[in-house]
């Protein structure tokens, strides 16, 4: 590891890659430190506990057709589907039927309207208030919702959903996402294992102490989750200004975890791939994604509050939830047939705490004022700082790359 170099760039998940790629392709000295022994951050793909790759974080080209990942698929070999998840809601007795379903699609799309009208109306306040009290469907957007954001609408401002950049493209990456990002970021130099400690920016070169040791440089670029900075995993000398610890303040860590379970046999054969939805009074925030890539098997989705408090109390009760949950949708006799099961854990992760951001009802700007550097030294880039892309490692990726832009100008 150098002991002085032009920038350091704190993380090497999809912002910190993407940002190393084009800062090296500019020219500048750099040094990447990773407090974790991988690369990939919140994309990582499991390769061992089942037969088939199995994407513990990130998982969908979202936005595909303007994702730069799917250029990068294309150009690695990564295969990919072209298509969207369709979906089938059980009400605790049986499946509704393809009407009723129908009903509740239409439903959920006039409310996400409603949310996205007001917020570029400049409304910043709950998505919840757009929940109609006598709307029969409002339990099940109340989980759809949270299941897609990571946190209650009760928690969400509009202005997250009116600006996020959705092109009706989700499609699932077969070979893996994380190992997509891995394989994309396997030529950026990364010094693993560690962390970063402190970052004393006051004097005229910016002194990063890390685990390994003390770097030098003219410029940083902090890519960490905005839960690592609210914790204060990285200390700063002197302090953030109060603009730029308002700003973190104003977006919460969202929380969305997994169960995946292989099955011994396509106990599921004859049904297209799809999200089983929960619609019963007391139903949790989760759901099911049935026989994706007409692979035999189930995977548990989690979020919000019952994902935190759930999985908090590790894998093994979360994989017994996941069970009980499984057998009301398909019956008991499908648990005989789990020759396999993995729980995700990002919400006691060390480096992350948590899945991806959330901007609070009342946050205005905060993620265009994450992304502010300071007095042209202190950089940051991440899901949280993209107003258009959060909660996306193709959000990451543009961060990183639009970072280092503004980095080249201010270091030139």
Same mark, same amino acid.
């Given at each position: 590891?150098?002991?002085?170099?032009?920038?350091?760039?704190?993380?090497?998940?999809?912002?910190?890659?993407?940002?190393?790629?084009?800062?090296?392709?500019?020219?500048?000295?750099?040094?990447?430190?990773?407090?974790?022994?991988?690369?990939?951050?919140?994309?990582?793909?499991?390769?061992?506990?089942?037969?088939?790759?199995?994407?513990?974080?990130?998982?969908?080209?979202?936005?595909?057709?303007?994702?730069?990942?799917?250029?990068?698929?294309?150009?690695?070999?990564?295969?990919?589907?072209?298509?969207?998840?369709?979906?089938?809601?059980?009400?605790?007795?049986?499946?509704?039927?393809?009407?009723?379903?129908?009903?509740?699609?239409?439903?959920?799309?006039?409310?996400?309207?409603?949310?996205?009208?007001?917020?570029?109306?400049?409304?910043?306040?709950?998505?919840?208030?757009?929940?109609?009290?006598?709307?029969?469907?409002?339990?099940?957007?109340?989980?759809?919702?949270?299941?897609?954001?990571?946190?209650?609408?009760?928690?969400?401002?509009?202005?997250?959903?009116?600006?996020?950049?959705?092109?009706?493209?989700?499609?699932?990456?077969?070979?893996?996402?994380?190992?997509?990002?891995?394989?994309?970021?396997?030529?950026?130099?990364?010094?693993?294992?560690?962390?970063?400690?402190?970052?004393?920016?006051?004097?005229?070169?910016?002194?990063?102490?890390?685990?390994?040791?003390?770097?030098?440089?003219?410029?940083?670029?902090?890519?960490?989750?905005?839960?690592?900075?609210?914790?204060?995993?990285?200390?700063?000398?002197?302090?953030?200004?109060?603009?730029?610890?308002?700003?973190?303040?104003?977006?919460?860590?969202?929380?969305?975890?997994?169960?995946?379970?292989?099955?011994?046999?396509?106990?599921?054969?004859?049904?297209?791939?799809?999200?089983?939805?929960?619609?019963?009074?007391?139903?949790?925030?989760?759901?099911?994604?049935?026989?994706?890539?007409?692979?035999?098997?189930?995977?548990?989705?989690?979020? $919000?509050?019952? !994902? %935190?408090?759930?999985? =908090? #109390?590790?894998? *093994?009760?979360?994989?017994?939830? +996941?069970?009980?949950?499984?057998?009301?949708?398909?019956?008991?006799?499908?648990?005989?047939?789990?020759?396999?099961?993995?729980?995700?854990?990002?919400?006691?992760?060390?480096?992350?705490?948590?899945?991806?951001?959330?901007?609070?009802?009342? $946050?205005?700007? !905060? %993620?265009?004022?994450? =992304? #502010?550097?300071? *007095?042209?030294?202190?950089?940051? +880039?991440?899901?949280?700082?993209?107003?258009?892309?959060?909660?996306?490692?193709?959000?990451?990726?543009?961060?990183?790359?639009?970072?280092?832009?503004?980095?080249?100008?201010?270091?030139?």
């Amino acid at each position: 590891m150098q002991s002085s170099c032009d920038l350091v760039i704190i993380g090497a998940g999809a912002a910190g890659l993407a940002a190393a790629k084009a800062a090296t392709a500019a020219g500048l000295n750099i040094e990447v430190v990773e407090a974790a022994g991988r690369i990939g951050g919140r994309g990582l793909t499991d390769t061992s506990s089942f037969p088939a790759p199995f994407d513990l974080g990130c998982q969908w080209l979202h936005a595909a057709t303007i994702n730069p990942y799917t250029k990068i698929a294309d150009r690695l070999g990564f295969r990919y589907r072209r298509s969207n998840f369709n979906y089938r809601i059980h009400d605790g007795t049986w499946w509704l039927n393809d009407q009723l379903v129908h009903e509740f699609s239409a439903d959920l799309g006039n409310f996400y309207d409603r949310v996205a009208t007001a917020g570029q109306a400049g409304e910043d306040v709950p998505a919840a208030n757009f929940i109609t009290a006598d709307d029969p469907w409002g339990a099940l957007i109340r989980r759809a919702y949270t299941g897609y954001m990571a946190a209650a609408p009760e928690t969400v401002s509009t202005y997250d959903t009116a600006r996020f950049r959705f092109t009706e493209e989700d499609w699932p990456v077969e070979d893996g996402y994380g190992a997509l990002i891995q394989r994309d970021g396997e030529d950026v130099e990364v010094n693993l294992d560690c962390p970063v400690k402190s970052i004393d920016w006051g004097e005229k070169e910016i002194m990063v102490g890390t685990a390994k040791g003390m770097i030098f440089c003219r410029a940083v670029l902090v890519t960490v989750s905005v839960a690592v900075l609210q914790a204060e995993r990285i200390k700063f000398f002197p302090l953030l200004p109060d603009w730029k610890l308002g700003a973190i303040g104003r977006i919460q860590m969202g929380q969305a975890e997994k169960v995946g379970f292989w099955l011994k046999r396509d106990v599921l054969a004859g049904l297209d791939p799809h999200f089983a939805m929960m619609n019963w009074e007391g139903a949790p925030t989760a759901g099911f994604l049935m026989r994706p890539f007409d692979r035999p098997m189930a995977t548990m989705f989690a979020s $919000g509050d019952f !994902a %935190r408090d759930l999985f =908090a #109390q590790g894998s *093994d009760a979360a994989i017994a939830e +996941a069970k009980s949950l499984l057998a009301k949708l398909c019956g008991a006799d499908i648990l005989k047939e789990i020759s396999a099961a993995k729980a995700t854990s990002w919400v006691t992760d060390p480096f992350h705490l948590g899945a991806y951001s959330v901007l609070s009802p009342g $946050g205005g700007e !905060a %993620r265009t004022e994450l =992304a #502010q550097p300071i *007095d042209n030294r202190l950089f940051f +880039a991440g899901e949280a700082t993209s107003p258009d892309g959060f909660s996306t490692a193709h959000g990451a990726y543009n961060s990183g790359v639009t970072a280092i832009e503004a980095i080249k100008q201010a270091l030139a």
